[in-house]
């Protein structure tokens, strides 16, 4: 526990943005924080305008999992907590590593660990990469379908619109051009 007390206050000493890790006497020498995760997604859901990353106070005992389902409900993203993944971010080199992070690893306790500069490590929250549409339903299928579709009309119709317009103007040249005045 002294330990955890020495890091915490090691790592909030180089956190300039008030975002910290605080020390709790839990008789389970637990300990609570925020963490910063960062979006990046793919398929659209509503996030607020320019809403690309999330500070979130959780528990050292709070696993990947419940990080996901919080960041959802903060959000109230309905979309079910298997279609995400968290993953750890790592900047060496001039390189960016991603690394999924198993259910079962402790966010907190990485960020910590990690300390406080992001290019150690920061959180990405992404799409569950494995099974791409395996992990939708067949009704949420069916609306991509639907919406899809309702896309490709409306872009069929721009581009008639716009070709119907073009024609008009060639034949009005045209007829310019083969009056005689």
């Not at 990046?40 to 959780?58: A, T, Y």
């Not at 966010?107 to 660990?113: E, I, T």
């Not at 009704?139 to 119709?157: A, G």
Request: hydrophobic residues 35%; contains cysteine; charged residues 25%.
């Amino acid at each position: 526990m002294y330990w955890y007390l020495i890091v915490c206050s090691t790592f909030n000493s180089h956190f300039d943005n008030r975002v910290y890790i605080s020390y709790l006497q839990n008789k389970d020498g637990s300990y609570t924080g925020f963490i910063k995760v960062h979006f990046q997604l793919v398929r659209p859901i509503s996030l607020p305008p320019s809403q690309s990353l999330c500070h979130l106070h959780i528990s050292s005992q709070t696993r990947v999992r419940e990080v996901i389902e919080a960041l959802l409900n903060k959000f109230t993203v309905v979309d079910n907590p298997a279609k995400f993944a968290l993953f750890e971010r790592v900047e060496r080199h001039s390189q960016v590593y991603m690394r999924k992070l198993p259910d079962d690893e402790f966010p907190l306790y990485l960020r910590l660990c990690a300390g406080p500069s992001e290019k150690v490590l920061s959180l990405v929250l992404k799409e569950n990469e494995t099974g791409e549409w395996d992990a939708f339903s067949s009704p949420e299928l069916c609306n991509f379908l639907r919406i899809l579709k309702r896309e490709e009309e409306e872009h069929v119709r721009q581009i008639v619109k716009r070709y119907s317009l073009a024609r008009d103007t060639i034949k009005q040249a045209v007829a310019r051009i083969t009056t005689p005045s």
